[in-house]
């Protein structure tokens, strides 16, 4: 009996998909019993260059932390002035004796040939290293003159040590505590860089050497020091240790929504003549190479005064050669298609050097015509399937 049942059941199974499969009026079947096929249309593949409107906008950070200190220009970078501060607090047990001659000294870091021509004058008030300074401090009127009485200066490789008039040494030695002071460079003819290890450098930092007419000297290490360096540049650029950040902004709404975004890359042509990656002290004194190493993010705010303009989601970091002309394509990877969906909001991006506090660089994007900056998108529509017409 059970036997009889499993085989009206199989019999009846069979008789099922015998009636399923046969159908011939279904919608699948009856197209490949027609034709043989059942079509599917692809979607289209586009590449699309969308324009961008590209900004430098300044963002001035705190160079108080750099191993090096310098004088003069390189590109449009200016390095105006250079603040140090000397503790003489200790001085009290030297006041019994004459202060015979005393020097400045500058350990020149760099092997440029240039002769920066400089000034020393005393700030009217204490600065900090921590700070952020873009212009050069009140300070008195009249340089501090040398042992006699000249007030200008040259610094070369050579030439590093410079005398400071006896009276002045004395009158701050007396006074004991903290004195600030400013070297500010004569603006320059040309391109000229002189460097100069800065306190972080941790070896042979700034010092005033004070000789006595006892036989003996002091020496003074420089306690704080920071370099004002100003960006003198008015094309697209990217500077680090100044700093200028440069701003991209671009509509998408041209792209279809339903895009499947295969690649995408902002792409910027360089300009060579305009960009270095490195000093002369940099590659010299700390072994640096030519290379700008840059960081792209997509802004929090796209208000560039407001703090979320500074800060946002990484896009792309990687590196280039600033002093050749080329092509830079920053890989743009999943923002793209996180804009076009609405999962992110559109507010830009920002390129700028990954070493912005640490290191001077700099890189010139050309901006006209088919060289102007853009956004490359590769992307692919939804295919149809159906009839195929």
């Known amino acids: 009996m059970r036997d009889f049942a499993l085989k009206t059941y199989f019999v009846l199974f069979l008789v099922f998909l015998v009636s399923c499969s046969s159908d011939p009026e279904g919608p699948v079947s009856k197209k490949f019993m027609d034709d043989g096929s059942y079509p599917v249309k692809a979607g289209s593949t586009f590449v699309v260059k969308v324009p961008v409107n590209a900004v430098s906008v300044p963002f001035p950070v705190s160079t108080g932390n750099r191993p090096?200190?310098?004088?003069?220009?390189?590109?449009?970078?200016?390095?105006?002035?250079?603040?140090?501060?000397?503790?003489?607090?200790?001085?009290?047990?030297?006041?019994?004796?004459?202060?015979?001659?005393?020097?400045?000294?500058?350990?020149?870091?760099?092997?440029?040939?240039?002769?920066?021509?400089?000034?020393?004058?005393?700030?009217?008030?204490?600065?900090?290293?921590?700070?952020?300074?873009?212009?050069?401090?009140?300070?008195?009127?009249?340089?501090?003159?040398?042992?006699?009485?000249?007030?200008?200066?040259?610094?070369?490789?050579?030439?590093?040590?410079?005398?400071?008039?006896?009276?002045?040494?004395?009158?701050?030695?007396?006074?004991?505590?903290?004195?600030?002071?400013?070297?500010?460079?004569?603006?320059?003819?040309?391109?000229?860089?002189?460097?100069?290890?800065?306190?972080?450098?941790?070896?042979?930092?700034?010092?005033i050497r004070v000789d006595f007419d006892d036989g003996t000297e002091a020496v003074y290490a420089v306690k704080e020091d920071y370099n004002i360096i100003t960006a003198e540049a008015d094309s697209l650029d990217c500077i680090g240790g100044v700093a200028t950040r440069t701003y991209f902004t671009f509509d998408l709404s041209s792209v279809n929504d339903s895009a499947m975004v295969h690649a995408s890359f902002l792409v910027l042509n360089v300009d060579g003549s305009g960009g270095f990656g490195a000093t002369a002290g940099d590659k010299y004194a700390l072994g640096f190479d030519n290379t700008f190493l840059y960081y792209l993010y997509a802004p929090v705010s796209a208000d560039v005064n407001s703090e979320g303009f500074k800060e946002g989601k990484g896009v792309d970091r990687s590196s280039f050669i600033p002093n050749v002309d080329n092509i830079v394509r920053c890989n743009l990877r999943g923002y793209i298609p996180d804009v076009i969906r609405g999962a992110r909001k559109n507010t830009g991006l920002v390129f700028q050097s990954d070493q912005e506090a640490t290191r001077v660089q700099e890189t010139v994007f050309k901006s006209a015509g088919a060289e102007a900056p853009y956004i490359e998108i590769i992307y692919s529509l939804p295919g149809k399937f159906g009839s195929g017409e």
């Open 68 to 207: 090096l200190l310098g004088l003069g220009r390189i590109k449009d970078v200016s390095y105006r002035a250079i603040l140090i501060k000397f503790d003489f607090t200790s001085a009290d047990t030297i006041l019994q004796k004459n202060v015979t001659s005393a020097h400045l000294e500058l350990p020149v870091a760099s092997p440029d040939s240039s002769k920066i021509g400089f000034e020393i004058y005393e700030l009217s008030a204490d600065f900090s290293e921590g700070d952020t300074i873009a212009a050069i401090p009140d300070h008195a009127s009249a340089p501090i003159p040398d042992s006699i009485g000249g007030t200008e200066r040259t610094l070369d490789v050579a030439t590093t040590s410079f005398t400071i008039d006896v009276s002045m040494v004395s009158d701050w030695l007396n006074g004991g505590g903290e004195r600030s002071f400013v070297l500010v460079a004569n603006e320059p003819d040309s391109s000229g860089l002189i460097e100069m290890n800065a306190r972080e450098m941790g070896i042979d930092p700034i010092v």
